[in-house]
């Protein structure tokens, strides 16, 4: 509907965790490298954890694609909202498993049976579980005893926990601290900040085929930021809803007061902070103004001392 107006080949925006527009923060390169580095080495039990919207998903969709490129077996279970037998149920069709029984101690027999064939044969298996959170304590407590399946050297499943904040919250329970303590590591993700999201949002326009001219104007980017808190689910939103407010209303680049219009649309004005986007994007010209106005009145203050030459006293 607007590509055409911005010059673009598809919409930059969608909120669909694609991994091709997975925007490589510092933060998001070490957790990645974590990821990579923690199951390469079969360290056995990896968190990831951060805020919603912060891109978790995105980036266990990266994970997968390289997993997949290096030929190691996964199962991903996107649904978290489960009992045990269906945990088994998932494992096992994931990882293509066949198994006549449905008991636990057919299932758990056969899984490790197929987990020893992979590691002498040099492959490792690897179990991804997002939103971990909604976990209930029996199902992690049978994530846990999974762990159990290794040799005397190396743990034959390597598994990735994925969730929210209070996916943290949840392990210092008591009763799990014997999961917490076998996480050997932790991985995060984080909001963005200002001049990420600047980088972020240039980034995505390009790889959507933006050809360099201007989309968004530089208070629109302020504005963005201000209301999303930095979260780049709500970064995408409203960049995606602006530019099709910019496209039905033939404005180019998209100004800050549509920014503003989503942003009140979504109410994203009641939680994120009320400084106005104009005031901010002044404020920030006033401190540069400011601090140019000091320097310049101290290199007058020196040009000013320079100048007071002592004169000699006329003899009478």
Same mark, same amino acid.
């Given at each position: 509907?607007?590509?055409?107006f911005?010059?673009?080949?598809?919409?930059?925006?969608?909120?669909?965790?694609?991994?091709?527009?997975?925007?490589?923060?510092?933060?998001?390169?070490?957790?990645l490298?974590?990821?990579?580095?923690g !199951?390469?080495?079969?360290k056995?039990?990896?968190?990831?954890?951060?805020?919603?919207?912060t891109?978790?998903?995105?980036?266990?969709?990266?994970?997968?694609?390289?997993l997949?490129?290096?030929?190691?077996s996964?199962?991903?279970?996107?649904?978290?909202?489960?009992e045990?037998?269906?945990?088994?149920?998932?494992?096992?069709?994931?990882?293509? !498993?066949?198994?006549?029984?449905?008991e636990?101690?057919?299932?758990?027999?056969?899984?490790?049976?197929?987990?020893?064939?992979?590691?002498?044969?040099?492959g490792?298996?690897?179990?991804? !579980?997002?939103?971990? #959170?909604?976990?209930?304590?029996?199902v992690?407590?049978?994530?846990?005893?999974l762990?159990?399946?290794?040799?005397?050297?190396?743990?034959l499943?390597q598994?990735?926990?994925?969730? #929210?904040?209070?996916?943290?919250?949840?392990l210092?329970?008591?009763?799990?601290?014997?999961?917490?303590q076998?996480?050997t590591?932790?991985?995060?993700?984080?909001?963005?900040?200002?001049?990420?999201?600047?980088?972020?949002?240039?980034?995505r326009?390009?790889?959507?085929?933006?050809?360099?001219?201007?989309?968004?104007?530089?208070?629109?980017v302020?504005?963005?930021?201000?209301?999303?808190?930095?979260?780049?689910?709500?970064v995408?939103?409203?960049?995606?809803?602006?530019?099709?407010?910019?496209?039905v209303?033939g404005?180019?680049?998209?100004?800050a #007061?549509l920014v503003?219009?989503v942003?009140?649309?979504?109410?994203?004005?009641?939680?994120?902070?009320?400084?106005p986007?104009?005031?901010?994007?002044?404020?920030?010209?006033?401190?540069?103004?400011?601090?140019?106005l000091?320097?310049?009145?101290?290199?007058?203050?020196?040009?000013?001392?320079?100048?007071?030459?002592?004169?000699?006293?006329?003899k009478?």
């Open positions: 509907m607007y590509q055409k911005f010059g673009l080949r598809e919409s930059p925006f969608n909120v669909n965790p694609d991994p091709r527009y997975l925007y490589m923060t510092k933060q998001t390169q070490e957790a490298a974590g990821l990579t580095y !199951i390469q080495n079969r056995g039990f990896i968190l990831l954890t951060g805020e919603v919207g891109g978790k998903t995105t980036l266990i969709n990266q994970l997968l694609d390289w997949r490129a290096q030929r190691m996964t199962a991903f279970i996107f649904n978290s909202r489960l045990v037998n269906q945990l088994f149920d998932f494992i096992m069709a994931d990882f293509e !498993i066949p198994c006549e029984s449905r636990k101690s057919q299932v758990l027999l056969r899984l490790n049976h197929w987990l020893l064939e992979r590691y002498r044969t040099g490792t298996a690897v179990l991804i !579980i997002d939103e971990a #959170q909604n976990l209930s304590t029996d992690l407590e049978e994530i846990r005893l762990t159990n399946l290794e040799t005397s050297t190396e743990k499943l598994i990735v926990l994925c969730g #929210q904040p209070e996916l943290e919250e949840k210092r329970q008591p009763q799990l601290r014997q999961l917490r076998r996480i590591l932790r991985c995060h993700t984080s909001p963005l900040t200002l001049d990420e999201t600047f980088k972020y949002i240039g980034e326009l390009r790889i959507g085929g933006a050809n360099g001219e201007p989309i968004f104007s530089k208070e629109a302020h504005a963005v930021h201000n209301y999303s808190r930095g979260i780049p689910r709500v995408n939103s409203l960049c995606e809803h602006s530019l099709i407010n910019a496209y209303d404005v180019r680049p998209v100004p #007061q503003e219009d942003a009140r649309e979504f109410q994203l004005d009641e939680i994120a902070p009320t400084v986007v104009g005031a901010l994007f002044r404020a920030e010209q006033a401190a540069n103004t400011q601090s140019l000091k320097d310049l009145d101290q290199i007058l203050e020196r040009l000013r001392q320079s100048a007071v030459v002592p004169t000699r006293e006329r009478p």
